[in-house]
T-cell receptor, first 117, second 112 residues
């Protein structure tokens, strides 16, 4: 079974530039998450989708971050304009139809490592 | 106050040692709890669930104390391959849309 696919793996940009990350979850997983993991910290949830609807985006900095999952499958996370503090690994994850509260299992992609100079 | 708090460590232990990690959570409405493992520069992966009755998986034992809002992970007979960061996780909502909140992680280094 194919895992969660993310691209690009690495991205270096200058502050005020824009960047987009793509994620394709495991087939059949309705719930998709974007997490931000800053070096030395745990993953922080940015946004959670159930199919193509947003379940939680309370910690998404909406003045610069946006995310969409138009057809309920793959998703894009965009940052515009980027700030130095956005340097982090952006992890996409998906969960099975049983849900995280039952199984606790999120399947993460390898992440997209962003460096903002 | 952070929703899920862990001592970041690092914990440096010799092979064969027993080591315990603790974690506290602030929201008494938290429903379910888990430990994830994250190797250096890799993605987190589920290690085990945490139940009030305790949960054991080989050398790993997880415990939950709801009254104290406290979770623990015990690793017996540590192996070099156990070196990683261990993330404590709590969910805040029941059902299929449970939101997972991760702690900062505790780093374990097992030395030969």
């Amino acid at each position: 079974e194919a895992g969660v696919a993310q691209s690009p793996r690495y991205k270096i940009i200058e502050k005020r530039q824009s960047v987009a990350f793509w994620c394709n979850p495991i087939s059949g997983h309705a719930t998709l998450y974007w997490y931000q993991q800053i070096l030395g910290q745990g993953p922080k949830l940015l946004i959670q989708f159930q199919n193509n609807g947003v379940v939680d985006d309370s910690q998404l900095p909406k003045d610069r971050f946006s995310a969409e999952r138009l057809k309920g499958v793959d998703s894009t996370l965009k940052i515009q304009p980027a700030k130095l503090e956005d340097s982090a690994v952006y992890l996409c994850a998906s969960s099975s139809p049983l849900g995280t509260a039952n199984t606790g299992e999120l399947f993460f992609g390898e992440g997209s490592r962003l460096t903002v100079l | 106050r952070k929703e899920v708090e862990q001592d970041p460590g690092p914990f440096n232990v010799p092979e064969g040692a027993t080591v315990a990690f603790n974690c506290t959570y602030s929201n008494s409405a938290s429903q379910s709890f888990f430990w994830y493992r994250q190797d250096c520069r890799k993605e987190p992966k589920l290690l085990m669930s945490v139940y009030s009755s305790g949960n054991e998986d080989g050398r790993f034992t997880a415990q939950l104390n709801r009254a104290s809002q406290y979770i623990s992970l015990l690793i017996r007979d540590s192996k070099l391959s156990d070196s990683a960061t261990y993330l404590c996780v709590a969910t805040l909502a029941p059902g299929n849309t449970g939101k997972l909140i991760f702690g900062q992680g505790t780093t374990l280094q097992v030395k030969p």
